[in-house]
């Protein structure tokens, strides 16, 4: 593996900045054990597990070379496994990182066996040092959009280099990092390699100050479908019987209350209409009931095992790994982030599950992928809650509309494939023995 950065040395003005940015994370650590005691008891946070998020490991050291890959969620956990399982077949061993409690449920389900899972320490000057301490990693990947100033000062300070992967910038990003142009170079130089997902994000990349830019393409292109439980899908089927249904999935808030309008309009048109509801985060639950009950909805919540009935109108299926299975089961998906302003979640999964998507304007975390489905016609976009009912509508009672839908969004996702290995083969270089540092 390479062992310099080369990073210039930052501009008075910026390195000032960042020392400023460095002292604010020390003041705040007093109030850091209760912003995370009120997160753990929002379900956000694993009580268990608490001291890695302070840089102190619960898992030991493997002997020899050490990739560190960090992804903050879900949709970037799924999207590198299939990296590191190629990384971990050369012999060397991977610490991977998330945020959030369900990447780390995911990554323990689908981690290979060397690579070992901890949750990122707070970015705190105090907690990072000491996960590289322990850790003491050859080359640190960092999935998407991540930009941790304080690890990456401190990696940068002990000659460890470090890569961007899978690498996306928004445009509202670029703009919001070029006001700080000094600050920006002096973070996005200390990149050795930057594998981009597209053109665009390559060419904001580098405006930034971003060295050795690649475009390697999207890695959640290469992802495998979702697994499905055979019985818990043939249960969910039997429950459902000849019932109609559309799943509105990875929902964030402002978005259940959507498709509930949504239930509410199509109903009396579609009888025996069933909506499906996967929360992003299934620590709401109780709070996304309560809003469906009071709208007069009858809720079968899957967290707290209630049995799904003909009298019940939403399914809430406030659980952990199971969107596979509704994507599979139903015939028309909605994709969360999209009505309201966050960006969009990856519509990849209900393509590969044949399930007709429709969504939202707020796109931009995967922009590209979103317009490849529009202008192939693979997907609808709407603009709001009516717009969402109709589409709803029209792809549950058309169903060669929906077949057509289905198959061109199959046809779109095709270019796209084999960032991964486009990847590995630029990460070659770096997991080359004969370079450790």
Partial sequence: ????????????????????????GQVLRPVLPLALARRARRGKEDPARMAERYGIASRPRPQGRVVWVHAASVGETNAVIGLVERIVATGIAVVFTSVTVTSAALAARRLPAAAAHQFSPLHVGTYVGRFLDHWRPDLPLFVESEIWPVTMLQLAARRIPQVRLNAHMSERSARGWSRFGGVAGALFGRFSLCLAQSEADGARYRALGARDVTVTGNLKFDEPPPKVDPAALAAFRTAVGSRPLWVAASTHEGEEA?????????????????????????ARGGEIRAMLAARGLKVA?????????????????????????????????????TLVDIGGHNPIEPVQLDAAIVHGPHTQNAAEIYAALDEGGGAVRVADGAGLAAAVERLLTDPAERDRRCQAAAAMLQPFTGAQARSFAALAPWLDAGKAG
């Fill in 1 to 24: 593996m390479a062992s310099s950065t080369g990073a210039p040395a930052d501009p008075p003005a910026a390195a000032a900045a960042l020392a400023a940015y460095r002292a604010a």
């Fill in 301 to 337: 919540q899957r967290s707290l095992g209630e049995p799904l009935t003909a009298e019940n109108d939403v399914h809430l299926a406030d659980t952990l790994g199971e969107l596979g299975l509704f994507y599979q089961a139903a015939p028309v998906a909605f994709v969360g982030a």
């Fill in 258 to 282: 959507m498709a509930a309008e949504a239930h509410a309009m199509l109903a009396p048109r579609i009888p025996g209409l069933l909506t499906v509801i996967v929360p992003r985060h299934p």
